[in-house]
């Protein structure tokens, strides 16, 4: 069987919510989290739904035809497109959980800058593993457990102020390797982009990249998330009916990435690779609830395997 892997960022453009299942706290609706290191997740099973609806509506099942190649790809579902079920045929796309790669945390300079752990940056390196990329990547950094290290000196302080933690920020000596700064490099060229409308964050990444402590991150992934309260008025008295309930988000400039594997099928491979680059790279999706409230739009960038 062959296989053709990727790699597949979401950088976050409006707050996210992907609904996880038990309410938590004075928080109604949370996000998904890990159970072991409370790091916000995308399920695989909710990331996987939110492509194939993105798919059919980029004009998939529009003809028998593209019909066919939706379900091929992204299994089919029970009962006939547009009906509730469940999905009967799995596909030829398998999807990963789309894991945090990337925090951003308010700070005292810079507006914000985006918080990482050794954890994060071992995971990417393990997904391009798996995916056979053959990139060159950067030593994982080491860091301890309360303290953080950055890619610019800017940020090199005994006392650096992130989220509601304050930090020791150190920055490597000259003649050190810049580790952070190679992981910022890598990152923004792969999961950013270099297009004209990422020039921004994809030059901030480069600057405002800091990779902390797990203690730490531990604070900054349950601190650094938005919370947003809502009531439901009565129409006539306008007055309260429901409510006040609490949801919460991924903040905006958030980055994820999720490792993706197609298998061969009948020697449709090569068009199979074709159409689903065709779909997701450099496309805006929608994943998660709220949509009609402007939600959960991520770009997506897709990093391919080379061919063996």
Not at 88 to 112: E, K, N, W, Y
Not at 270 to 298: F, M, N, P, S, Y
Request: proline fraction near 5%; aromatic fraction near 6%.
């Amino acid at each position: 069987m062959v296989l053709k892997n990727y790699l597949l960022y979401l950088y976050v453009e409006s707050p996210l919510h992907a609904g996880g299942s038990e309410t938590e706290g004075s928080v109604d609706l949370p996000i998904q989290r890990e159970a072991a290191t409370g790091y916000p997740v995308v399920w695989g099973q909710s990331l996987k739904g939110a492509l194939r609806q993105f798919a059919r509506d980029a004009g998939w099942g529009d003809t028998d035809k593209e019909g066919a190649l939706l379900d091929e790809v992204f299994g089919k579902m029970a009962g006939g497109d547009g009906d509730p079920g469940v999905n009967t045929t799995a596909g030829l796309l398998s999807v990963g959980d789309a894991q945090l790669l990337a925090l951003p945390v308010p700070t005292l300079r810079s507006t914000f800058a985006w918080a990482t752990s050794a954890l994060a940056l071992n995971r990417l390196a393990r997904k391009h593993a798996y995916a056979h990329t053959g990139r060159d990547l950067p030593v994982v950094p080491q860091v301890k457990e309360t303290e953080g290290v950055c890619a610019t000196a800017e940020w090199h302080d005994q006392g650096q102020v992130l989220g509601p933690c304050l930090v020791k920020v150190d920055h490597p000596r000259k003649g050190e390797a810049n580790r952070v700064a190679a992981w910022a490099e890598l990152i923004s060229k792969e999961g950013i982009g270099a297009e004209p409308h990422m020039a921004v964050p994809a030059a901030k990444f480069h600057d405002d990249l800091l990779v902390v402590g797990a203690d730490v991150m531990s604070h900054l992934v349950r601190e650094c998330t938005e919370h947003s309260v809502r009531i439901q008025l009565d129409p006539r008295t306008k007055t309260v009916k429901q409510g006040p309930f609490t949801s919460e988000y991924l903040p905006a400039e958030t980055l994820l990435v999720s490792a993706l594997a197609l298998r061969e099928d009948r020697g449709n491979h090569a068009r199979h690779r074709e159409r689903l680059r065709e779909l997701l790279h450099g496309a805006v999706l929608q994943i998660g609830g709220d949509e009609t409230l402007g939600k959960g739009l991520v770009w997506a960038r897709l990093v391919e395997a080379p061919d063996e």
